[in-house]
């Protein structure tokens, strides 16, 4: 006997149908705390199960909306694709562009390898940190519009965290600086 679940459409996640996510979300560096808060998530995370991974990303839905008074800008895309391999290669498409900008990672957590590297403080004090989430989900739409307003952008991040957990198929989560 199969158990069903309240809120799962069985057959958006045996489809091929996949949605790829980008959410940014630009802060004050007045929320420089963040940083060590995303540093310490993703260092007592699991990521080498689906249920570690969605636990980070709840958990950093959850640090976002409690540093909202800090948000400055925000930029979102979430876009539906009907094949793995279209989506694949979009969610490659992101993570490429996005870790392009960075001059070097600082830490990482991928599939519970865990590497940090030093880095030497920068003396130039940066005007934003921007916090980008990255996730591919077996919904059959996007998971969001537009993002116009702070009240949109704390709808669309509770939505994420209550998500379906089943319907997370990959999420990396990037901040810089």
Request: charged share 20%; hydrophobic share 40%.
């Amino acid at each position: 006997m199969e158990l069903e679940l309240p809120g799962i459409d069985e057959s958006e996640i045996t489809n091929s149908i996949v949605t790829i996510s980008l959410l940014q979300v630009a802060l004050r560096a007045e929320a420089r705390r963040l940083q060590t808060v995303l540093t310490d998530l993703g260092a007592n995370a699991d990521t080498s199960t689906s249920e570690g991974l969605f636990a980070l990303l709840q958990q950093t839905a959850s640090a976002l909306l409690d540093y909202s008074r800090y948000w400055t800008h925000v930029l979102a895309n979430s876009q539906t694709v009907n094949t793995i391999e279209e989506a694949e290669q979009l969610y490659n498409q992101y993570s490429l562009a996005e870790r392009s900008k960075f001059s070097v990672e600082s830490f990482s957590n991928v599939n519970g390898v865990i590497k940090r590297q030093v880095m030497q403080p920068s003396p130039e004090t940066p005007a934003y940190i921007v916090v980008t989430l990255l996730l591919g989900t077996a919904d059959d739409n996007p998971l969001f519009e537009e993002i116009y307003s702070a009240s949109v952008l704390r709808d669309v991040l509770n939505d994420i965290r209550t998500m379906q957990p089943r319907y997370l198929m990959v999420f990396e989560v990037l901040w810089s600086p």
